[in-house]
């Protein structure tokens, strides 16, 4: 059974009702929800972890990452600048797919730039909630073909 981590970062808690206009009205517990309800369909299983704090996002990284198969992340504002993020999932060496709600280079120029797209194998961005399902289902297959490379 492929086992994905599923990294939301910060601010991420308040998905549904910070700034609907740009991130929509779906929160966090209804996209987990529906990562749960597709992993299970995907005969696939998902670990689901959210924190405003790096060191946090980092830990779990090195803590359940090892176990997971492939990484989902939406790293929210630490996308644009954290190295140490970035390096930490590239010490993780797994398949790891990028999310963003919003389009970040339809937005202001400083979320432009992503640490982390460079040791992502992928990127979905601009689709809402439906980014992380598409993610998903694009990972779990990667990886059952033996394409998903770090």
Known sequence: MVKIL?????NQ?????RQPEI???VTLEQINAMLQ???GELKSEVVVFQSNFEGALIDTLQQIGPECDGVIINAGALT???IALRDALAGLAKPAIEVHLSNIYARE???HQSMLAAVCRGQVTGLGWRGYLLALRALV???REGEAVP
């Open 6 to 10: 599923v990294i939301h970062g910060p």
């Open 141 to 143: 297959d990667l990886l």
């Open 109 to 111: 120029p400083f979320r």
């Open 37 to 39: 309800r597709e992993a």
């Open 23 to 25: 991130y929509g009205t």
């Open 13 to 17: 808690n308040m998905m549904g009702t």
């Open 80 to 82: 644009h600048y954290s």
